[in-house]
Every structure is written in structure tokens, then in C-alpha cells.
């Protein structure tokens, strides 16, 4: 019996049509000896009696980000930038910005409507400190607080913040500042 020859598939860095569907296309190329599809939506918009399509590809989304994540979720569920930034209560410009990984978003109760709108798993794409504002930073700080014996005010000279500070940080009224927060992460 002869050994099979490996077969090598020709370098085509140029995406082609695979299959066309109602809303969307798939495209295909070989790179680096592998085929990689992408979809390709094309999302038709009357506007004053002029038709326009607009394509959004996904092999440019990075999903490995916070912002790539939040992206690609939102064109997946049809969305739009509007749509999601309504819900969650921030500007489209800000909606923007996440998606470009440009700006860190830091208000718990926005990360959580983000996260369900979306159905994100914020444990894989949040940043430590992220997760410290979600899973209840209140709690987190008066437990560690305690469990050293500190008073309020002995844990306010550390951060060089008045009592009041880590009293609404214990009460959720406010959110650690991110460079507090590093402070508290190195105690740890």
C-alpha cells in the first residue's frame, strides 16, 4: 500500500463567497494551510426613501478583549450601538469607546446590565478589577477591614482617604478608585 501524499492547500489570502444567506454571507480563505470562515451580515436600512447596506465583518473583532467581547455579542443579538447603551445606561459615544477598548467601564451596576443584555460571562472577559466592583466590593473591603482589626479610620490612613470614603465604599455608594483599589489588591 502506498503512503499517502499530504495534500497542502494553496495560500488564497483573499476572502470569496462560500454561501449567501437572507442577511448575511459566509466567506472563506486558506491561510496558513487552513481554511477560516468569516460571516459577513449585511444589514439593510431605508433611510428618506434610499437604501443602504451596511457590512459588519467578525474576522476583525478581536474576542479575546473586553471591548472585542462586548462587540461581537452585540452583532450577534442583532443589535444596535443604541439599543445596548440605552439598556445599560451610557452614552453610545462610551458604547463606542468600550468596543475599541478605549475606555474601561468601572460602575458595577453598568457591567451588570451590560453583562445580561449581552449574556456575557464577566468572568472571562473582565479585568481583576472589574470583577472586584461586581462581586460586591463592599463586602470584600469591611471583611478584609475586619479581619485585620482595622477600624475605619485605620484603614482610611492606609489610603490616604477620610473615614466617610471607606464607609461608602463599604456601602456600595461609591466604587474604590482604581488606584485605591491597586493599593487594596497589593495588601492582599
Known amino acids: 500500500m502506498?503512503?499517502?501524499?499530504?495534500?497542502?492547500?494553496p495560500e488564497i489570502d483573499k476572502w470569496?463567497?462560500?454561501q449567501s444567506l437572507p442577511n448575511a454571507y459566509i466567506l472563506h480563505r486558506i491561510k496558513n494551510g487552513k481554511v477560516e470562515y468569516s460571516l459577513l451580515f449585511c444589514i439593510r436600512l431605508q433611510v428618506n426613501n434610499y437604501k443602504h447596506y451596511s457590512f459588519n465583518a467578525f474576522n476583525e473583532i478581536d474576542d479575546s478583549t473586553f471591548g472585542g467581547a462586548v462587540?461581537?455579542?452585540?452583532?450577534?443579538?442583532?443589535?444596535?450601538?443604541?439599543?445596548?447603551?440605552?439598556v445599560v445606561g451610557i452614552?453610545?459615544?462610551t458604547l463606542m469607546?468600550?468596543?475599541?477598548?478605549?475606555?474601561?467601564?468601572?460602575?458595577?451596576?453598568?457591567l451588570r446590565k451590560l453583562f445580561d443584555i449581552l449574556d456575557l460571562d464577566a468572568q472571562k472577559i473582565c479585568s481583576p478589577h472589574q470583577l472586584f466592583l461586581i462581586n460586591n466590593q463592599g463586602e470584600q473591603i469591611k471583611s478584609y477591614r475586619q479581619k485585620h482589626n482595622l477600624t475605619q479610620c485605620e484603614f482610611a490612613n492606609i489610603f490616604s482617604v477620610n473615614k466617610k470614603a471607606v464607609s461608602k465604599w463599604e456601602n456600595n455608594?461609591?466604587?474604590i478608585p482604581y488606584d485605591k483599589w491597586e493599593t487594596y489588591n497589593n495588601l492582599i
Not at 502506498?2 to 492547500?9: M, N, S
Not at 462587540?71 to 440605552?86: D, G, P, Y
Not at 469607546?97 to 453598568?110: G, S, T
Open 91 to 93: 452614552s453610545v459615544d
Open 16 to 18: 470569496s463567497l462560500c
Open 71 to 86: 462587540k461581537k455579542q452585540r452583532i450577534e443579538k442583532h443589535m444596535t450601538l443604541k439599543q445596548v447603551a440605552n
Open 2 to 9: 502506498k503512503p499517502q501524499k499530504e495534500y497542502i492547500l
Open 173 to 175: 455608594k461609591t466604587q
Open 97 to 110: 469607546r468600550i468596543e475599541k477598548n478605549k475606555y474601561n467601564l468601572h460602575n458595577a451596576d453598568k
